[in-house]
């Protein structure tokens, strides 16, 4: 086993991030069987609390920067249920700027800590998914270096593709000038606001932009039930669970479909 590593990015807050890399482990790991690792790479732990909440887990123990400072991870690994781990976040995780310029002197060490890092644990699982905050930092830096694709999100109620544009201008400066080796996995469109339609101006600029198969046919939709998640913790009880499952299931299929264009082709095609 060799995971792949899947970063989700887009430069602006509140577009759906968490929700889509929660969802996405949560699905591939209990649906489809699979051996996830959700990292938490944002100090403010959203991924993290809300993972803890949905295993029932009463209190977060370890902390990635921890792993950071004591150049292991896998000492911060939690496990949350039988498929998948969690490599969670707290505010102290602020720091990590401050500890990476005062272990190295070099801009291409300082962001492929975490690359290296993440490496030996690569063999344990088939899915790596890292959330990231909204911001170009070192954070986002650190994951960009250590994914081997990114799933970027589109706010497809938005007739700017701004937070999605500048993303991928970013992601071709790190490739340039620090050999990153990501590929775009995709654009996935996400609802942001209730009662909302897809903007299809939007779509079909992003379309142009990244051309038609680079853009998710799925959508994620807004639905009350997703938001109600974060108090409650994913749950799986009535119909409006279901529906908010077969959300994310879909792009899971479509994620498998996806990467396994990348496996026959190459990436970089
Ligand atoms: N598809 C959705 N339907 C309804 N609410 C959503 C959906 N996706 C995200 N949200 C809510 O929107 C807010 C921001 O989502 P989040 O995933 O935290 O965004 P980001 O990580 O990009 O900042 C959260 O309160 C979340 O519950
Ligand atoms: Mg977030």
């Known amino acids: 086993m060799s995971a792949k590593t899947i970063v989700v990015g887009n430069f602006k807050g509140g577009v759906g991030k968490t929700k889509v890399s929660v969802m996405t482990s949560w699905e591939y790991s209990t649906v489809y069987n699979k051996k996830v690792l959700l990292i938490d790479m944002d100090p403010q732990g959203n991924a993290?609390?809300?993972?803890?909440?949905?295993?029932?887990?009463?209190?977060?123990?370890?902390?990635?920067?921890d792993g950071f400072k004591s150049g292991d991870l896998s000492s911060v690994v939690m496990k949350v249920t039988e498929n998948l781990d969690l490599i969670p976040a707290a505010v102290s995780f602020k720091n990590f700027s401050k500890f990476l310029y005062s272990e190295f002197k070099e801009d291409i060490d300082q962001i492929s800590y975490m690359k290296k890092l993440l490496e030996p644990l690569k063999k344990d699982y088939d899915y790596i998914f890292i959330d990231v905050p909204p911001t170009i930092s070192d954070y986002s830096d650190n994951a960009m270096m250590a994914a081997d694709y990114v799933l970027i999100i589109l706010q497809a109620q938005e007739l700017s593709l701004e937070g999605a544009e500048t993303y991928?201008?970013?992601?071709?400066?790190?490739?340039?000038e620090y050999n990153a080796d990501i590929?775009?996995?995709?654009?996935?469109?996400?609802?942001?606001?209730?009662?909302?339609?897809?903007?299809?101006?939007?779509?079909?600029?992003?379309?142009?932009?990244?051309?038609?198969?680079?853009?998710?046919?799925n959508v994620i939709k807004h639905l009350e039930r997703l938001k109600a998640w974060d108090i409650t913790g994913i749950k799986n009880v009535d119909h409006h669970d279901?529906?908010?499952?077969?959300?994310?299931?879909?792009v899971v299929d479509e994620i498998e479909e996806k990467l396994a264009h990348f496996e026959e082709v190459g990436r970089h095609e």
């Open 242 to 250: 279901k529906k908010a499952h077969q959300i994310f299931i879909d």
């Open 168 to 176: 991928v201008s970013y992601l071709q400066f790190i490739t340039d």
């Open 48 to 65: 993290s609390t809300m993972i803890a909440r949905s295993a029932g887990i009463q209190t977060i123990d370890k902390t990635i920067f």
């Open 183 to 217: 590929q775009v996995l995709g654009v996935l469109p996400v609802l942001l606001r209730a009662g909302g339609r897809v903007d299809q101006i939007t779509v079909e600029r992003a379309i142009e932009l990244f051309g038609e198969d680079n853009v998710f046919k």
